[in-house]
Nanobody, 115 residues
Framework: QVQLVESGGGLVPAGESLRLSCAAS????????MGWYRQAPGKQRELVAT???????NYADSVKGRFTISRDNAKSTVYLQMDSLKPEDTAVYYCNYAGDYLLDWGQGTQVTVSS
C-alpha cells in the first residue's frame, strides 16, 4: 500500500521560508514523478510544482523563482523549499504523483503566512 506523509508546515511571517517534506513508502519512488499541490480555503486544489524521476522541476507561475522542488531517492522523500513566502501562499500543501493518476489525498501540512 502506497503511503505519502507530508510534514514541515507552520506559521511564518511574510518573507520567511519553510521546507516541506513528503515521505513515501510502498512505491518504487525513484521512477515516479512527484508533485506538490495546495488548497487554500474556498479554492480548488492546484498544482504547485512537479519533479521528474530524473530531478527536473517545473513550477506554477505563482511560485516560480520562490519555490524549489527536490527529491532524495535514497530516502524516498520529495521536498519543497519555499522562500519569500506571501500571505497568498497560505494553504494546505499535499504531495502526490504528478500526472493523471493520483493517489488518495493524505492529510497534508498547513502553511500559514501572516502579513
Amino acid at each position: 500500500q502506497v503511503q505519502l506523509v507530508e510534514s514541515g508546515g507552520g506559521l511564518v511571517p511574510a518573507g520567511e521560508s519553510l521546507r516541506l517534506s513528503c515521505a513515501a513508502s510502498g512505491v518504487i519512488f525513484r521512477i515516479i514523478a512527484m508533485g506538490w499541490y495546495r488548497q487554500a480555503p474556498g479554492k480548488q486544489r492546484e498544482l504547485v510544482a512537479t519533479i521528474t524521476s530524473g530531478g527536473r522541476g517545473n513550477y506554477a507561475d505563482s511560485v516560480k523563482g520562490r519555490f524549489t522542488i527536490s527529491r532524495d531517492n535514497a530516502k524516498s522523500t520529495v521536498y519543497l523549499q519555499m522562500d519569500s513566502l506571501k500571505p497568498e501562499d497560505t494553504a494546505v500543501y499535499y504531495c502526490n504523483y504528478a500526472g493523471d493518476y493520483l493517489l488518495d489525498w493524505g492529510q497534508g501540512t498547513q502553511v500559514t503566512v501572516s502579513s
